[in-house]
């Protein structure tokens, strides 16, 4: 595994690939890697001969300057996992190498990205996408993948790219979780084992309404309510239902759909998301 700091060495790796008509798959991450990156390490392997993971924190996707500081940094521990994977190169820019020109983002964002995320964090979107446009150009992937546990962040991705006509495939991956069923994120790692157990909440909330539907209930407003009312007291930003392609809220369920909450625990905010299919 070659560790590659510089866009202009990644791109010339990337054009050498190109050259030999090898296939590129990239796996974009924040580092703290767990299981569900290597999950997506893993189906890289099935789309590309040569594989490709960055690691990179991102500061113009956080709102709250102390969430960026506060985000596990554990870079050693990554070397190995990617290692172990049998990465071909671990990208790792700096945040000048990314925004030589100080951090300006992306605007152009498709309608998905003013929803959900979009609206309780704004600029969040604007700043992935001009992260994921700079490892782009530099990666020069054929396919890139990302986990469904920020569905809405693989969709916006997936808009942009279209929007840009840019030809990577922008794939998803199941959420992977732990043996609880809690999904996993590096954030995880900031919860004291009391609120690791308090986070089950989450995945359950979700449980109970993918239950309600499929005792038939069709109202978005009952399946919200039975979520909300098994968190508790637990804050949350949201707990919606919206449909799988444009994020669009409805009062009655008629096409595929899913559920999504965000909550904070311990002061840490946790996402997850299911078809309410499941």
């Given amino acids: 595994m070659q560790k590659i700091n510089s866009i202009q060495e990644m791109l010339s790796h990337a054009q050498k690939g190109r050259t030999d008509k090898k296939r590129i798959a990239f796996v974009p991450t924040m580092g703290a890697l767990h299981s569900g990156h290597q999950a997506l390490m893993r189906e890289a392997a099935r789309h590309g001969e040569i594989r490709v993971v960055s690691i990179f924190v991102n500061p113009t996707q956080f709102n709250n300057p102390t969430d960026f500081e506060k985000y596990p940094r554990t870079l050693e521990e990554d070397l190995k996992i990617c290692a172990q994977e049998g990465i071909d190169y671990l990208f790792t820019p700096s945040v000048k190498e990314i925004y030589p020109k100080g951090l300006k983002v992306e605007n152009s964002l498709p309608k998905v990205a003013k929803v959900l995320e979009g609206e309780f964090r704004p600029g969040h979107f604007a700043g992935v996408c001009t992260v994921v446009g700079r490892l782009f150009d530099a990666v020069q992937p054929d396919v890139a993948l990302f986990g469904e546990k920020d569905y809405q962040q693989w969709l916006v991705i997936r808009e942009w790219a279209k929007q840009k006509k840019n030809p ?34 989450i995945p359950e909330a979700i449980r109970k309404a993918q239950q309600l539907f499929k005792k038939g209930e069709r109202k978005t407003e009952k399946l919200v309510h039975v979520a909300k009312e098994h968190l508790g007291s637990i804050p949350v930003d949201y707990v919606m239902v919206a449909d799988d392609e444009r994020l669009q809220t409805l009062e009655i369920i008629d096409r595929p759909s899913r559920i999504f909450i965000t909550a904070r625990i311990e002061g840490v905010r946790l996402i997850d998301n299911a078809s309410l299919d499941g």
């Fill in 168 to 201: 990577v495939k922008i794939l998803s991956c199941p959420t992977v979780r732990d043996q609880n069923g809690l999904a996993l994120s590096s954030r995880n790692r900031r919860l004291s084992p009391k609120g690791l157990n308090r986070a089950l909440a």
